[in-house]
């Protein structure tokens, strides 16, 4: 079966599906986007998606394209016309088609609208199987990286450095050797202390979803972290380091640069949190109609 795409109010086939070439999300990578995860058929942090989908559009000025009840109808239809039960939603929304300038259009055109929806395998059960090595590589993004923007060349050559290592990701360290995030993921530690602890938001790191139910978790579990800078030596010196994103959930980390964490195997913390995450995936109730 063909998959569906989403683009503009029409439901096509992915292989026909096209946006036009002055498209400022093709042009200027002025737009921004989602990706949401689903486990048997349910959203999962579905509100928080949808809440910083709204805020990055407003910090750009994008007007949303439909409200956000119309738009819970498109993601539940373009699943289920993908019959997709495990997998993950992808929202792109840009300012629209004008002529190629680059200050926004004088006179406001609608905003263009993608949806797609693909399966991926089955959640993680096994924290050793899901455990990954990652690299160190210098923060070279935008200012407003609390901003979830198409523009992601800085990302996707960080993400190749780590591939062409023999690594999943690649952690990012801005210009005073402080760790940002991930490429595509919010970074935590246990520290040489034994403090769970992840950097505070600001603008040079993405407010992750999945770090804010995570957060959500650990007070439900009376459980105790910081929200605190974690340095690159900090970093090398963590009993634990795992990461946290839609598609990530909560993985661990093994080795960084080649050298173990900690032990070098999946630490107690670590392990104790992906079941926590895990329980709250596949335990939750199903998408309300």
Not at 142 to 169: F, H, M, T, Y
Not at 228 to 251: P, Y
Not at 259 to 269: D, E, H, I, K, T
Request: contains cysteine; glycine residues 8%; proline residues 5%.
């Amino acid at each position: 079966m063909s998959r569906i795409a989403y683009v503009n109010g029409r439901y096509l086939p992915q292989r026909r599906a096209a946006v036009n070439i002055e498209d400022r999300g093709y042009q200027f990578a002025d737009g921004v986007y989602e990706v949401v995860y689903l486990h048997a058929g349910r959203f999962i942090a579905e509100e928080l998606h949808l809440a910083r989908l709204d805020r990055s559009l407003g910090e750009l000025r994008i007007a949303p394209p439909m409200a956000q009840a119309a738009l819970r109808r498109v993601l539940a239809e373009i699943v289920a016309r993908n019959r997709v039960r495990d997998g993950l939603v992808y929202i792109q929304i840009t300012r629209g088609v004008a002529r190629r300038d680059h200050p926004f259009p004088l006179r406001p055109v609608p905003a263009a609208v993608v949806i797609t929806a693909r399966r991926m395998a089955a959640y993680p059960t096994d924290p050793d199987r899901w455990a990954i090595a990652a690299i160190t590589h210098p923060d070279q993004r935008w200012a407003r990286c609390d901003i979830k923007s198409v523009g992601l060349l800085p990302n996707v050559l960080a993400r190749q450095a780590a591939r062409e290592q023999g690594a999943a990701e690649a952690i990012l360290v801005d210009g005073a050797a402080m760790v940002t995030e991930g490429a595509a993921t919010s970074v935590w530690v246990v520290d040489r202390a034994g403090v769970l602890r992840t950097r505070a938001l600001d603008q040079l790191v993405l407010p992750g979803c999945t770090r804010a139910a995570l957060i959500g978790l650990l007070a439900e579990a009376g459980i105790d972290f910081e929200e605190r800078g974690v340095s690159l030596a900090e970093l090398r010196e963590a009993q634990e380091v795992f990461l946290t994103s839609a598609s990530s959930f909560v993985r661990p980390v093994l080795r960084i640069d080649g050298a173990p964490v900690g032990g070098g195997a999946v630490g107690a913390q670590t392990r104790r949190l992906f079941a926590l995450f895990a329980r709250h995936v596949t335990g939750g109730l199903a998408n309300a109609a």
